[in-house]
Nanobody
Framework: QVQLAQSGGGSVQAGGSLRLSCAAS????????MGWFRQTPGKEREGVAK????????YLADSVKDRFTISQDNAKNTVYLQMNSLKPGDTAIYYC??????????????????WGQGTQVTVSS
């Protein structure tokens, strides 16, 4: 069974940095997908970044491109979201998600069958 455990997050001033971690267990596939989403009350969930584990690439939403980076540590089965130059608009609950193949969409979350517990990120001006 796939399980995702998130860590990181917290509060930071605008311009600061935070790193989110998502440790996965049960993902015994040669190719799978990990992603990060965020949601604020009253807004639709937004896909932020995804990584195609097993030889694929990384993808970032335009809203975070050049500021956020998604990476993985295979040895630890962990995916990271490094968030730099944070803005108040980045304030949200961030969720990691996993798909057991590369059929994973940031646009609507399709294909992501497993989700982390969520972690709050608050950026103050």
């Amino acid at each position: 069974q796939v399980q995702l455990a998130q860590s990181g997050g917290g509060s930071v001033q605008a311009g600061g940095s935070l790193r989110l971690s998502c440790a996965a267990s049960g993902l015994t596939y040669a190719r799978y997908c990990m992603g990060w989403f965020r949601q604020t009350p009253g807004k639709e969930r937004e896909g932020v970044a995804k990584i195609l584990v097993g030889g694929g690439g990384t993808y970032l939403a335009d809203s975070v491109k050049d500021r956020f980076t998604i990476s993985q540590d295979n040895a630890k089965n962990t995916v990271y979201l490094q968030m730099n130059s944070l803005k108040p608009g980045d304030t949200a609950i961030y969720y990691c998600a996993a798909s057991i193949n590369w059929a994973c969409q940031l646009s609507d979350g399709a294909g992501f069958g497993y989700w982390g517990q969520g972690t709050q990120v608050t950026v103050s001006s």
